[in-house]
């Protein structure tokens, strides 16, 4: 491939990672934060920790999930001005996203423990939020968010980037570039 073509290839592949951020980020449902509001979390916190959870989520299922290395460090790279724009704003405090992020990674590479990821995923979420010990109900409420979201990131990240399709006759292994 030539100049041009890896340049028309990275253009795509830049706009293909701001399409998939911006559907998964998505926030034109105002009643989603509606059942953290009702176990006494402040709206304004509510939806901050729902945005850092649904980012969390988008880069997760694009990591996991994509078809190809390049999709994470594409989606990573469309999320960095987003990220630049708040750290501007926090007039020289650590963005509040880093430690969420640490703490939302650290949930996935927690092994031993008989918790499914979306639960200790939702536990992080509700920490954020100030809930360190929630109810059995709340917990199961997050959780069921948690999945909502990989689910709807999943099926932006197959729509945005397509689906893998291999022949029937042959194994994944045995596909070559």
Do not use: C, K
């Not at 594409?74 to 992020?101: F, I, K, N, Y």
């Not at 099926?155 to 006759?169: I, K, M, Q």
Request: net charge neutral; proline share 5%.
């Amino acid at each position: 491939m030539g100049i041009l073509g890896e340049w028309q290839a990275s253009r795509e592949r830049r706009r293909r990672a701001e399409r998939y951020l911006r559907e998964v980020l998505d926030t034109s449902d105002a009643t989603e934060s509606e059942w953290l509001v009702r176990a006494g979390v402040a709206r304004a916190v509510a939806d901050r920790e729902l945005l850092y959870a649904r980012r969390a989520l988008g880069l997760i299922v694009a990591e996991r999930d994509a078809l190809d290395d390049q999709t994470a460090s594409d989606v990573t790279h469309a999320l960095a001005p987003l990220l630049d724009a708040e750290s501007r704003t926090a007039h020289g405090t650590p963005s509040p996203w880093t430690a969420r992020w640490r703490a939302y990674s650290a949930a996935m590479t927690v092994r031993g423990l008989t918790e499914a990821p979306a639960t200790r995923l939702a536990r992080v979420l509700l920490d954020g939020a100030g809930v360190a010990t929630p109810s059995p109900d709340l917990l199961g409420e997050a959780t069921q968010y948690v999945q909502s979201a990989r689910v709807r990131a999943n099926e932006v990240l197959r729509t945005v980037f397509g689906v893998a399709s291999l022949p029937d006759d042959v194994a994944p292994s045995a596909m070559r570039h």
